[in-house]
C-alpha cells in the first residue's frame, strides 16, 4: 500500500436532528459561511431517533467519524426530551467503542440550535481538523 | 414493497445558486446511473411550474413511481414538490428532497470539485432511501375555532379583534393587570402626532365588550401541551383582591391606602399606592391590590381599604386560580422591554439625576403623566433650558445589542418636536449615528423637525457625559464625524434613546411552547420571507415586537396577518399532519416496557403483554425505535431501513 497518509481527507457522517441542527446547518447555507466539504448530512427527526447501530455501521462502512446533533438540553428538544435520551446513549456508545477498539474522539455529540449557522460551520471545521489528525478509521484497513 | 421502484432524479439550476458552482452536465450523467433511477433531468428552477410539469410527464410517461428532487433545503419546497407527486396520483411520501443548496452549494462556494463530490453522494443516499420508501397516508386531525393570544399590547388586541369578528373564540392572556401594553405609556405617536392612549382605548373597551373574548389578565400561561388543533393550555391567575364586578372604581381605597411605590406605570417618576388603577383607562376598569406591598392581607394589619369599600369589592381571600382552556391555534405577542441602561451603566444613567430615558420623557410629556406634561429636570424640578438625546442606546452596539431598534430616530424626532411646540425657546440637539427614517412619511416628519422646528442634527456617537456635582448640569463629550471634530458642550438634560429588548418573559414563555427565538431573543419566524408570523411549530404565530423590534403599524399589520393566519388554519375544521408516526409489529414485540419508559407523549401502553401505540398521541420522533431491542417498532418515513441505505451509500465511493 502506496502512503495516503499525506493526502488523507476524513469522511464524515452527520446525523442531524430536523427542527434545530438540520436547521441550524440550513442557516449555515443562508448566510454563506464556508465549512470544510467533508461531511455528509443523514436528517432525522431527532437525535434521539439516532441508533447506536446506525453509528457502528458507519463505523463498519469506513466513516472516519460521526457527528450527531440535536437540540441544546435541557428544553430545546421539540420532543421535549429526545435530547437527553440522545446523551445517555452516547455515553454508553463511547464504551461500546472503547471495546471495539474504536477510539471514541471519532463519535462526536453536539448541540446546534436553529439560529447556531456559524456554530454549525466551526464545529465541522473543527471535527474535520480533529479526524484529519488522528488519521483514518482503523476499521478501513483492516 | 411489491412494485419495483423506478427512480426519477430532478436535479434543479436554482437560477446560478447551484448550476454556478457545480457542473449540472457531469451531476446529471452522475445521477443516470444510479440504480433504479429510470430518468433524470435537469432544469433552471424545478419549483416552478415548468419545472414541475417535467416530473408530471414522467410520472405517466416513463412510469417513475419514486421522485428525487436535489434542490434546496425541504424545509422550503419539500411541500411543493410531494404536491405534485399527490396531483399525479402517487403517494407524496414517496418523494426524497437532496439538500445541494443550504448544504452544499452554498456553504462550498469556491470548491466546485467537492461541491460536486457531494451533490453526486448527497443524490446516492436520497435515491438509496427513496427506493425504500413507503406509500404513507396524511393524517387528518380535527380542528375548532378557539385561539389562544398571549399578551394584550396593541398586537394581541388587534389580533383578538380581527379573530373574534370573524366568529372565532378567542382567550385573550395578560401578565399585568390591564391591557394595553406599551402603547399605553406613549404620548403621541409618530409621523402622524395621534394621541397613542385615544387610538388604543376604543380597542381595549371592544375587548372587553366583545362577545368572542375571554380576557384574563393579572394572569400568564404556565404551561402548553398538545398540537394544532388540540393545545391543552394552563394558565395562572394572579388574586387582585377585587371583584371586579363589583368595583365602581370610585377610587376611595387608593386614597386611605398609607402604602407608596414607585410607579411603574410612570417610569417610576411618581408614587402610586399598594391598592390601585394603572391608569384610569385600564381595562377591565377594576384595581388591584398589589400584594407584595400591601401591609398584609388582614384587617389586623391595616385594612383601611375594605373600610371603606361601599361595594364590598375588596376580598382579602381570593386565591390564585389555575385555568384549564382546550384551544386550537396559539399567537404570541409577548411585546418588549425597553433596553434598561443600567445594565451597563450606561452614560451613568442612575447615577446622574438629568440623565434620562426616553420613555421617561415620554411620560413626562404626557398630560396625564407624572408632571402633567411640564418637562422638567429631575435634580431640581426646573424646566431644562437645553436638552441633548443620545441615539442608540442598548442597539447597534457590540457591547449591548446588534441590532438597530427601528423605532428611536423616529420617537426622539417626535419628541423633539414636541419639545419644540412647548418650549420653541429650548435648544434640542440629537446625536444620531444614522438618522433611519425608512417608513412611510417619515423622512418628511424628520427634515421639517430640522427645518420647521430647529432640532439640531449632529452625526457621532457620544463618548461620555459628565457631570457638574452642584449644579447637576452635564457635559457631553462626542466626536461630530461629519466634521471630523472632538465637541464638549453642556446641557441641562440627556435623553437616552433606549432600543427595544425581548420582554422578560419570552425565554420562559419560549420554553413552554417550544418555539425557536434567534440569538437576540426574538422569536424566529419558520421563514424570514414567505412565512414572517408561522412558527416552525404548527398553529403557533407570533406578532409584533415579540419578533422583533418594529413601530405600531407593523406590529397591527402583523398581528393581523397572525389573525388570518390562524383563522385559515381553524376554518377548515381539519387539519393535515405529516403521518411521521411509529407503527409497532405485535409479532415481533416482547412486551418489555422500554418504549412505554422513553416516549416523552405517553403514547405506548402496555396491553396484552403487547406494546400498544397510539397514533394521535405519537408525534414520530423515533425515540422508542432506536431503543427497542427486538426491533419491532418502526417510525414512519424514518424507518431502519431507509436510514440505514442512507449510512451505507454516505460513505460507499
Known amino acids: 500500500m502506496i502512503d495516503m497518509s499525506s493526502k488523507f481527507e476524513p469522511q464524515i457522517l452527520g446525523f442531524l436532528c430536523n427542527w434545530c441542527s438540520y436547521a441550524g446547518a440550513d442557516l449555515a447555507g443562508t448566510g454563506r459561511t464556508q465549512y470544510s466539504p467533508n461531511l455528509r448530512i443523514i436528517r432525522v427527526m431527532c437525535s434521539g431517533r439516532v441508533d447506536p447501530t446506525f453509528i457502528l455501521a458507519a463505523m463498519k462502512n469506513g466513516a472516519d467519524g460521526v457527528l450527531i446533533a440535536g437540540c441544546h438540553p435541557p428544553s430545546d428538544c421539540h420532543y421535549l426530551t429526545g435530547n437527553l435520551k440522545a446523551r445517555r446513549r452516547y455515553h454508553l456508545l463511547l464504551k461500546l467503542l472503547d471495546q471495539l477498539g474504536i477510539e471514541r474522539e471519532r463519535v462526536r455529540l453536539e448541540w446546534v440550535s436553529a439560529s447556531e449557522g456559524e456554530r454549525f460551520a466551526k464545529i465541522v471545521d473543527e471535527f474535520t481538523e480533529q479526524i484529519r489528525t488522528m488519521g483514518p478509521n482503523p476499521l478501513k484497513s483492516s | ?653
Open chain 2, 1 to 653: 414493497m411489491s412494485e419495483q421502484p423506478r427512480i426519477g432524479v430532478y436535479l434543479c439550476h436554482c437560477g446560478t445558486n447551484i448550476a454556478g458552482v457545480i457542473d449540472m452536465k457531469r451531476l446529471l450523467a452522475y445521477a443516470e446511473k444510479l440504480p433504479n433511477v429510470v430518468v433524470a433531468r435537469d432544469y433552471t428552477y424545478m419549483c416552478s411550474d415548468p419545472g414541475q410539469q417535467l416530473i408530471r410527464k414522467d410520472i405517466h410517461e416513463s412510469k417513475i413511481n419514486r421522485v428525487v428532487a436535489a434542490a434546496c433545503s425541504p424545509t422550503l419546497h419539500e411541500p411543493t414538490f410531494r404536491r405534485v407527486l399527490e396531483e399525479e396520483g402517487l403517494s407524496p411520501y414517496f418523494f426524497d428532497m437532496a439538500n445541494i443548496r443550504e448544504q452544499d452549494t452554498w456553504v462550498h462556494m469556491k470548491n466546485p470539485e467537492e461541491a460536486l463530490q457531494i451533490a453526486q453522494d448527497t443524490i446516492r443516499m436520497s435515491a438509496a432511501r427513496a427506493a425504500r420508501l413507503e406509500e404513507l397516508k396524511p393524517k387528518e386531525v380535527k380542528v375548532g375555532r378557539r385561539a389562544l393570544i398571549i399578551g394584550g399590547g396593541i398586537s394581541g388586541i388587534s389580533a383578538a379583534l380581527d379573530l373574534a369578528n370573524a366568529g372565532f373564540t378567542v382567550y385573550l392572556v395578560e401578565k399585568s393587570p390591564t391591557i394595553g401594553g406599551r402603547m399605553a405609556q406613549l404620548d403621541k405617536t409618530f409621523p402622524t402626532m395621534d394621541c397613542s392612549s385615544c387610538i388604543l382605548t376604543p380597542k381595549m373597551v371592544s375587548i372587553s365588550r366583545h362577545p368572542n373574548v375571554k380576557l384574563f389578565t393579572y394572569a400568564e400561561v404556565k404551561d402548553v401541551q398538545g398540537f394544532v388543533g388540540n393545545f391543552k393550555v394552563k394558565v395562572l391567575q394572579k388574586p387582585k383582591y377585587v371583584d371586579e364586578k363589583k368595583c365602581t372604581s370610585c377610587n376611595e381605597c387608593t386614597k386611605i391606602c398609607p402604602v407608596e411605590v414607585p410607579d411603574e406605570f410612570n417610569a417610576n417618576l411618581s408614587w402610586r399606592k399598594a391598592i390601585y388603577i394603572p391608569f384610569p383607562q385600564a381595562v377591565p376598569p377594576s384595581y388591584v391590590l398589589d400584594e407584595e406591598n400591601c401591609l398584609g392581607l388582614t384587617p389586623l394589619a391595616c385594612g383601611k381599604c375594605i373600610d371603606v369599600c361601599d361595594p364590598d369589592a375588596i376580598d382579602y381571600d381570593q386565591r390564585a386560580k389555575e385555568i384549564e382552556l382546550d384551544v386550537d391555534t396559539i399567537i404570541v405577542a409577548t411585546g418588549y422591554d425597553p433596553y434598561n441602561p443600567l445594565n451597563e451603566h450606561e452614560y451613568n444613567y442612575g447615577m446622574f439625576q438629568n440623565v434620562v430615558t426616553s420613555l421617561e420623557m415620554e411620560r413626562m410629556l404626557n398630560a396625564s403623566g407624572p408632571t402633567s406634561g411640564k418637562v422638567v429636570r429631575p435634580s431640581d424640578l426646573k424646566e431644562p433650558k437645553r436638552i441633548v438625546y443620545v441615539q442608540c442606546v442598548g442597539s447597534r452596539n457590540e457591547k449591548t445589542n446588534l441590532y438597530c431598534s427601528r423605532v428611536c430616530c423616529m420617537y426622539a424626532v417626535k419628541q423633539a418636536r414636541q419639545l419644540k411646540e412647548k418650549h420653541p425657546e429650548i435648544e434640542v440637539r440629537i446625536f444620531y449615528v444614522d438618522i433611519r427614517a425608512f417608513g412611510k412619511g417619515f423622512e418628511e416628519f424628520y427634515e421639517r423637525a430640522a427645518k420647521d422646528y430647529g432640532v439640531l442634527f449632529t452625526r457621532g456617537r457620544v463618548a461620555e457625559i459628565l457631570e457638574d456635582p452642584k449644579e447637576k448640569n452635564l457635559t457631553v463629550r462626542v466626536e461630530d464625524t461629519l466634521l471630523g471634530t472632538p465637541l464638549e458642550l453642556e446641557t441641562d438634560m440627556v435623553v437616552l434613546s433606549v432600543g427595544i429588548t425581548p420582554s422578560v418573559d419570552a425565554n420562559e414563555i419560549r420554553k413552554i411552547l417550544k418555539i425557536p427565538a434567534g440569538p437576540d431573543g426574538f422569536f424566529s419566524e419558520a421563514h424570514p420571507k414567505l412565512r414572517p408570523v408561522d412558527t416552525v411549530v404548527d398553529g403557533i404565530l407570533i406578532a409584533g415586537t415579540a419578533a422583533g423590534p418594529k413601530d405600531i403599524p407593523d406590529a397591527v399589520a402583523q398581528a393581523k396577518a397572525a389573525a388570518s393566519g390562524a383563522a385559515s388554519l381553524m376554518a377548515p375544521g381539519v387539519y393535515v399532519v405529516e403521518p411521521y408516526y411509529a407503527t409497532i409489529d405485535d409479532s415481533i414485540c416482547g412486551g418489555c416496557g422500554t418504549c412505554v419508559l422513553l416516549c416523552p407523549f405517553r403514547a405506548i401502553t402496555i396491553e396484552d403483554k403487547r406494546a400498544k401505540l397510539n397514533e394521535a398521541l405519537c408525534k414520530g420522533c423515533g425515540a422508542c425505535a432506536s431503543a427497542c431491542p427486538a426491533g419491532a417498532i418502526k417510525p414512519n418515513h424514518f424507518t431502519d431501513e431507509q436510514i440505514m441505505a442512507q449510512v451505507e451509500q454516505a460513505v460507499a465511493k
